[in-house]
């Protein structure tokens, strides 16, 4: 992943509500763009991003965490990823 791409996560990251959970608003975000992906795909991998961002890891762990066990594209990762910190409050 590049830089440009890590540094847009981490400012994403610092832009991030507080920790409140919005399902609804993740999934609307991430639905019509990952056709390919089921809800309960996209629920799982929102949830493995929190686990790993709440470890202390950074976002592009995160995203190639989802890349090597859910076969979830990087960039389709780096969405999922920053619809997780901003939605789903991790």
Not at 21 to 48: C, F, H, I, K, N
Not at 49 to 78: D, E, F, H, R, T
Request: proline residues 4%; contains cysteine; glycine residues 12%.
């Amino acid at each position: 992943m590049g830089l440009g791409v890590a540094a847009s996560v981490a400012a994403m990251m610092t832009l991030a509500a507080p920790a409140t959970a919005d399902t609804a608003g993740y999934l609307e975000g991430l639905e019509p763009v990952y056709t390919s992906l089921t809800r309960d795909q996209l629920l799982t991998a929102g949830s493995m991003a929190c686990a790993i961002l709440g470890s202390g890891q950074p976002a592009p762990v995160a995203v190639n965490a989802l890349y090597k066990q859910m076969g979830i594209s990087l960039a389709a990762g780096n969405s999922i990823v920053t619809g997780a910190v901003i939605d789903l409050g991790c």
